[in-house]
């Protein structure tokens, strides 16, 4: 069985957040989510947190992201090894398994290199095998110290490095897989002489070797899967890296991307083949695309399910569902709850919030339908407005099929409108309209001649 203790207790104080550092944010997704991701997606069954900073914060998200993760408190912090330390019941629970220890702030780390790394680590029957990456810029890192067979000596950090050790490009990546009872004696041992008078995790290295037990390193394929992020800097570096990686995947799969400026698509996001990506679009949450729409520019999707053909033109969907052929926009702004049916036509300054729009119904500019439930082949004028608060209570607006709304009718909800009823301009509609009744509600207008003549209302103009 293979089960995981993922670091999460660092306070990450170079990021000057209020957060702890594992929530910071990667495409919209804290980065503790794409290290949970990737260890379950490598067939990691049991998994156990050691938080710390802000510990709530990081319980909450994990309860709520899956029910069955644990967690373990280390206050105070004294380091990887002393984090690891505090899982010593869960060790004790995997004395026979293989465990895989990693840092919760490194999201760009994938299944496939913690599988082969697993396999590695399997296939040489080692005690401790741990992720080693060769980087251009070691700075900071703990570095691989071999001897000139190019057998694994140690793990030295940054801080405890001689400037000859501080020469060495392979670096550790603070993910390691242990034998269960190699790892239990190994923290047993641990000490803090060391620079920083913290316990180091990279230690059990040499106290595995010293008992004469199996090591090894396997090297990463690609280095960036290893790197994490201390400052905010470094964020946008993820980022950059994580959205070329989703994008390049989309694009290769028949999604057409023909500028990335700006396109920020999160790792949950599934989009159907041709449709197009214009720039300044951000697609996160479990949002879900069909095939042939054109999405963007300046179009930002949240947990929407989106149809076949639909157009979404400077486009803002939350949390709703939006059918084959709808098209958007520009600015239009779709609220949680909405689902607009098949060939919907929404144009410029139109809002939805809560409300069903049937199929076929058209509201082509500057209104508003909220709380409302409307049917197909509908026609709402320009600056239509759904009154669906009255101060104290929302109410909704349920609109027949065939209606025709005037331009700058009021609705005052609650309020039924038959099917095929036409509402002249102007209306301000508080009571509801049988179907197939004209209703006026505004003021009858009359004009007085010659008014102007005799009363001389305007300024005379200058000669
Ligand atoms: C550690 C490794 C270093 C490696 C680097 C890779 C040690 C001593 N050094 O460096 O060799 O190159 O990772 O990124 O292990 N954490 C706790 N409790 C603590 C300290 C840290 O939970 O008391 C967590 C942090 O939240 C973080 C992870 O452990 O997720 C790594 O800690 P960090 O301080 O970033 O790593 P380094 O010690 O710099
Ligand atoms: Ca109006």
Redesign the pocket.
């Known amino acids: 069985m293979k089960c995981a203790i993922i670091?999460?207790?660092?306070k990450g104080t170079r990021m000057k957040s209020e957060r702890p550092?594992?929530m910071c944010e990667v495409l919209f997704e804290p980065m503790l989510y794409y290290v949970v991701d990737a260890v379950k997606e490598a067939g990691v069954q049991d998994i156990c947190v050691?938080t710390?900073y802000e510990h709530q914060v990081v319980e909450d998200y994990l309860a709520k992201l899956d029910g069955g993760i644990k967690t373990v408190l280390?206050s105070p912090?004294?380091?990887?090894g002393?984090?690891v330390m505090q899982a010593r019941a869960f060790i004790n629970q995997h004395t026979e398994d293989d465990i895989l220890i990693l840092?919760?702030?490194?999201p760009l780390i994938d299944a496939e290199t913690i599988s082969k790394s697993y396999q590695y680590h399997r296939n040489n029957n080692n005690a401790i095998t741990l992720l080693s990456a060769k980087v251009e810029k070691p700075f900071g890192?703990?570095r691989i110290k071999r001897d000139k067979n190019g057998t694994l000596l140690k793990?030295v950090?940054e801080k405890d490095a001689t400037d000859e050790e501080k020469q060495i490009h392979e670096?550790?990546?603070?993910l390691y897989w242990f034998k269960g009872e190699g790892l239990l004696y190994a923290i047993d041992n641990l000490t803090n002489d060391n620079a920083q008078k913290?316990y180091?995790?990279?230690d059990t290295l040499e106290i595995l070797i010293k008992k004469g037990r199996n090591k090894g390193a396997y090297i990463a394929e690609n280095s960036d899967v290893i790197l994490?992020a201390n400052d905010r800097r470094q964020l946008r570096d993820l980022n950059d890296i994580m959205r070329g990686h989703i994008n390049d995947a989309h694009m290769l799969s028949g999604v057409d991307i023909p500028c990335t400026d700006g396109v920020m698509i999160g790792k949950r996001v599934k989009i159907g083949n041709s449709t197009r990506i214009l720039p300044n679009t951000i697609i996160i949450g479990d949002t879900v695309i069909g095939d042939n729409c054109v999405i963007g520019p300046n179009a930002y999707l949240d947990n929407a399910t989106i149809g076949d053909e639909v157009v979404l033109d400077n486009t803002k969907v939350l949390d709703s569902t939006i059918e084959d052929g709808v098209d958007c926009g520009p600015f239009v702004k779709v609220r949680a709850g909405s689902v607009l049916k098949k060939g919907v036509h929404i144009g410029n300054f139109v809002e939805v919030k809560n409300s069903v729009v049937g199929e076929g119904t058209k509201s082509a500019h500057l209104t508003y339908i909220g709380d409302s439930d409307v049917g197909a082949d509908v026609n709402f004028g320009c600056g239509t407005v759904t009154c669906n608060y009255d101060g104290k209570t929302k109410s909704r607006c349920t609109i027949g099929d065939g209606v025709f709304v005037g331009c700058n009718t009021n609705l005052i909800a609650p309020v039924t409108v038959g099917d095929r009823a036409y509402i002249a301009a102007g209306s301000t509609i508080t009571d509801d309209i049988p179907a197939d009744a004209l209703s006026v509600a505004r003021a009858y207008q009359h004009n007085k001649e010659g008014w102007v003549i005799k009363k001389k209302p305007y300024k005379e103009k200058n000669k």
């Open positions: 670091l999460a207790g660092g550092k594992v050691i710390g280390q912090q004294l380091g990887t002393h984090a840092n919760g702030d490194g890192l703990g793990i950090e670096v550790n990546s603070g913290e180091y995790l990279t994490g």
